[in-house]
């Protein structure tokens, strides 16, 4: 991020708390802040100051750490998006499309949410009912 980017994640992070910006203040948190991305640090500020554990001054570090988290449930829901496409074909645009949109199922966020609902109820996305309700119900294979 740039450094009109850092300066607006601690003015939010100091018009939480009330503490006083300097322009060394900005320095020190572009320099943090600097190699990493901006709506991801924007995303983590909001978090740090809603997080009741960290109520008082929160620095640098703490929302160093919550894009961590955030960059790991990305990756996670990723893995679980993937996870949840039964057979994963070979190039992308032979995915399967869903009944209700007609779109790639990946790209599908309320279809991606009912094939999850399904692995739910068919024992998991592994079982020979879910492959047969996911086609059934949310998905058929492009023609
Ligand atoms: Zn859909």
Not at 19 to 32: D, G, K, L, N
Not at 60 to 73: C, F, Q, R, S
Not at 120 to 125: H, P, Q
Request: proline content about 7%.
């Amino acid at each position: 991020m740039n450094r009109l980017q850092s300066s607006a994640i601690i003015d939010l992070i100091a018009g939480a708390d009330g503490r006083e910006t300097t322009e060394q203040i900005y320095a020190a948190w572009f320099i943090a802040l600097q190699p990493f991305d901006y709506k991801l640090g924007i995303e983590a500020a909001s978090l740090v100051i809603r997080d009741d554990k960290l109520n008082r001054n929160p620095q640098p570090k703490d929302v160093i750490a919550k894009i961590g988290e955030l960059k790991e449930k990305q990756e996670t829901d990723l893995n679980r998006a993937r996870a949840l496409e039964p057979a994963p074909p070979s190039k992308g645009v032979d995915q399967p499309l869903c009944r209700a949109h007609n779109q790639q199922i990946m790209f599908c966020k309320p279809c991606m949410d009912k094939a999850h609902q399904l692995s739910k109820v068919t024992g998991g996305i592994d079982s020979p009912e879910y492959h047969t309700e996911f086609y059934n119900l949310v998905a058929h294979r492009p023609t």
